[in-house]
């Protein structure tokens, strides 16, 4: 049974970092894509970023991400840890949300990131 994990979300003002992170258990981790997704409040889910499956991030696995966090947002992987991770950085208002991963079509329970001054 594969269980994703979440964490690293929190408050933190505008112009702020956060870090999440997605450990990924009971499946072969390195051979799926994995991606972020996030829901704001009376908001559909919407895609963040994905990468690829295979290697880890410093050989290039190839990523994409969403134009409104491309240039701010950076996905990673770390196939050791079967772990996945989101660095944000200049965070606004606008990506309050609930964030998810999914893996091979699983989803983790999200961890809430929180942009207010």
Do not use: H
Request: one cysteine or more; proline letters at 3%; hydrophobic letters at 30%.
């Amino acid at each position: 049974q594969v269980q994703l994990v979440e964490s690293g979300g929190g408050l933190v003002q505008p112009g702020g970092s956060l870090r999440l992170s997605c450990v990924v258990s009971g499946s072969i981790f390195r051979i799926y894509r994995v991606a972020w997704y996030r829901q704001a409040p009376e908001k559909e889910r919407e895609f963040v970023a994905v990468i690829d499956s295979g290697s880890n991030t410093k050989s290039g696995s190839s990523t994409n991400y969403a134009d409104s966090v491309r240039g701010r947002f950076a996905i990673s992987r770390d196939n050791a840890k079967n772990t996945v991770y989101l660095q944000m950085n200049s965070l606004k208002p606008e990506d309050t949300a609930v964030y998810y991963c999914n893996f091979n079509g699983n989803w983790g329970q999200g961890t809430q990131v929180t942009v207010s001054s």
